[in-house]
Structures are given as C-alpha cells and as structure tokens.
C-alpha cells in the first residue's frame, strides 16, 4: 500500500515540482512516497502554464512522487482522485468544498486549492512515475487574497482558524491516502462516485475553455478516464483538458 514519506521541507525553492522532477530524473532513485514542501516558491507553476503565486509562510506548496506499477489508462485520473482527498479534508474543518472539472478546488465559488500533476519518463522501468503538486491556501489573508486575479480564499478566511503549516500538511497527507488508493486500484471508477457528489451538476449549461478554443455546451458527467463529456447540440464532445465556466 502506498506511504507518503516523512516531509522535507525547503525555506525557498523555485517549484517543489520542478524539483522532485529533476530529482527523479537525475539523482539517485527517488522512492515513491518522497513528499517536498516549500515554505516559499518563487516560480510556482500551476495549470495550463499559469504561474501559481502566493506569499511566503502563508499557505501550503509542496509535491510528491508517485511511482508505482499500474495500468497507463488509469493516469489520467490521478489529479482528480487528490481534489477527491482535499475536499474530504476541507470537510474536516466544517468547509463545504466543491471540485471545478477538473480538479479546482473551490469554497462558496472561490479558490482555495489547485493540483499540478507532471509525468516523468523513467528510462529502464515499466512505472508510471508522476510528481503531483498540491497548493492550498491555509493562512491567506483577505489583503493578499483580494490582490489575486480570481477569486481566492483560505481555511483562515473561511474558518478563522491559523492553521501551522507543517500540522496541516502531516494531517492533509492522511487524507489523501485512501482516495489514492481507490484510484490506483480502479482508475476514475474507483473515486467517482466522490468526484461527482463535490462537482458540478450535470446539466449545467457551462462553457470550456481549452488553450484559445472555447466550446459552450451542458455539463453531461464524466467518461471512464474522468474526462468531461459536453453535451453540444447534436451529440456530445470529450474534453480531456481545459478549465470549464457557468455559461
Ligand atoms: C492550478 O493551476 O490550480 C494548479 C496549482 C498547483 C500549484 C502547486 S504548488 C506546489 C507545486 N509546485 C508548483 O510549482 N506547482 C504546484
């Protein structure tokens, strides 16, 4: 069963992604489970090449390896299966989160936490290896959160609650353990059922933005794989990436 790794912490790294990537690729083997966390970042990457800010000692950045032998179709899924875990943690202090396909994590429409999942092309072995990057804002002021180009918020603006990074992060490992497993042993399938219950609701007119391209359609669940199914008039259309908006 899969074991996250006592935490190593970093004062400033440039991306604790960025890191463990070249890690893998160049140091020594780098065991599945090794978890890198950065007091501060300051070329933090977030998806669809956008760069992820926030203040130093505020809030939680940091990544892990996961390396393990599994079926390639079950890949994809994995950002997804970490929102599932997330959500459940913010449930733990009261929150009412919901997952934005594909794995935007929001509190009452704001954004609390995002995930960066990079594969890894290991020469001479047959694992899927991914360092998967997780951002959660834990003590972001309203000042700092009102300078954010979208709406932002925390577990201290939504809860009052300081939270100590190092506590936080120890607690929200566990929590991801079980929605990873669920995944690793059944793909999307395994974690559906949570995905869908923290998502939108199917139906929704809403609109998906991908690169330049946008497409407006209905929200119509969820594939197999996790990918967005669009309901456009005379079928359907799959997205496999993008980020989605009420229409
Ligand atoms: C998103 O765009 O929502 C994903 C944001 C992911 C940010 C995290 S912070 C830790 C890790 N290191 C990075 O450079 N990015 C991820």
Not at 152 to 160: H, K, N, P, V
Request: with cysteine.
């Amino acid at each position: 069963m899969f074991e996250f790794l006592p935490v190593d912490w970093h004062d400033s790294l440039a991306s604790t992604n960025t890191y463990l990537a070249t890690a893998l690729k160049e140091g020594p083997e780098l065991p599945s489970g090794t978890v890198v966390a950065a007091r501060e970042q300051h070329a933090g990457r977030g998806r669809q090449h956008r760069p992820w800010l926030t203040p130093p000692n505020q809030n939680l950045t940091f990544s892990f390896v996961w390396r393990e032998t599994m079926p390639e179709q079950f890949v994809p899924a994995m950002a997804q299966a970490l929102s599932v875990g997330i959500a459940r943690f913010l449930q733990g202090y009261g929150l009412t989160p919901t997952i934005k396909w594909p794995n935007d994590l929001l509190v009452d429409g704001k954004k609390i936490g995002g995930i960066l999942c990079e594969r890894v092309n290991l020469s001479n072995s047959n694992q899927v290896a991914v360092v998967a990057g997780i951002g959660l804002n834990v003590n972001l002021d309203a000042a700092t959160a009102a300078k954010i180009d979208q709406p932002a918020t925390s577990i201290l603006l939504e809860t009052g609650h300081t939270g100590e990074l190092p506590t936080v992060l120890d607690e929200l490992l566990e929590a991801l353990v079980a929605p990873l497993h669920a995944w690793s042993q059944r793909g999307f399938a395994g974690i559906r059922a949570d995905y869908e219950a923290f998502g939108w609701k199917p139906g929704t007119a809403i609109r998906v933005r991908d690169g330049e391209s946008y497409l407006s359609g209905n929200h119509g669940g969820y594939n197999e794989d996790g990918a967005l199914v669009l309901k456009v008039d005379g079928g359907e259309k799959i997205c496999y990436s993008g980020d989605i908006g009420l229409a």
